[in-house]
């Protein structure tokens, strides 16, 4: 029976820090809390070969929640084109800036509840602010981090949200902060969905799905 469970996600979070490419969220660190806030929204559903420059094209012209407050919707479309679900989001980002001015005095806030509440933010979006923008304990689990548990052995479960719900239970806390900007990036880059790079892997002796072809 394993007994070293803690130590192995040590080990392996060690290991894969060590081959750690910057995720999109820290390459837009330099932004605004708010404007971090949008960036995570846009990039739900879209690659970040499109989130990133689209952002930074946008981010120009926008950034504050005024800005967007003034921003006529068809411009904002025409602005967010190749966004996933880019009308949506053009409609919920003035009405997410109405409630920071309003409720929040411009301040965006810095819980999972009141950032839940807020047009457009779901708990993916929430948690990655707390991680990257408050540098809060909090996992964000999106389709990689959703991969990579369940390949790893880790959890044995169908959603994202289960899957969240099981890692906080067993990863220790001084962990939770890097389990997206780590496992996004190596589900990106080599822990592909289709065809993952398991023989070029530094964690594969840690990997129940890598083990199985060795
Ligand atoms: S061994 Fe393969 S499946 Fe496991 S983490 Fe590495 S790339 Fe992913």
């Not at 979070?13 to 846009?42: D, R």
């Not at 047009?119 to 602010?129: E, F, I, P, Q």
């Not at 994202?160 to 962990?175: A, D, F, Y």
Request: glycine letters at 4%.
């Amino acid at each position: 029976m394993k007994t070293n469970y803690k130590n192995d996600y040590q080990l392996v979070f060690s290991i894969l820090s060590q081959h750690h490419h910057k995720t999109m969220l820290e390459q837009l660190s330099q932004y605004s809390v708010f404007q971090q806030l949008i960036a995570t929204m846009l990039s739900s559903r879209t690659k970040d070969t499109t989130t990133i420059p689209l952002v930074k094209k946008l981010f120009e012209k926008y950034k504050t929640p005024q800005d967007f407050l003034n921003a006529k919707i068809s411009v904002l479309e025409k602005e967010l084109y190749g966004i996933g679900f880019y009308r949506v989001k053009a409609r919920n980002i003035p009405q997410l800036s109405r409630m920071i001015i309003d409720k929040y005095q411009c301040i965006v806030p810095d819980t999972l509840e009141e950032l839940t509440s807020l047009s457009g933010v779901g708990r993916k979006t929430a948690n990655c602010m707390l991680n990257y923008a408050f540098h809060k304990p909090a996992i964000a689990v999106d389709v990689h981090v959703h991969r990579l548990s369940n390949r790893l052995g880790w959890v044995k479960t169908n959603t994202p949200e289960e899957t969240e719900l099981k890692l906080v239970k067993i990863l220790p806390q001084e962990l939770w902060i890097s389990v997206n900007e780590l496992l996004v990036d190596y589900g990106q880059r080599i822990c592909l969905p289709r065809k993952p790079k398991c023989g070029e892997c530094p964690v594969r002796k840690y990997c129940e799905f890598g083990k199985r072809d060795e």
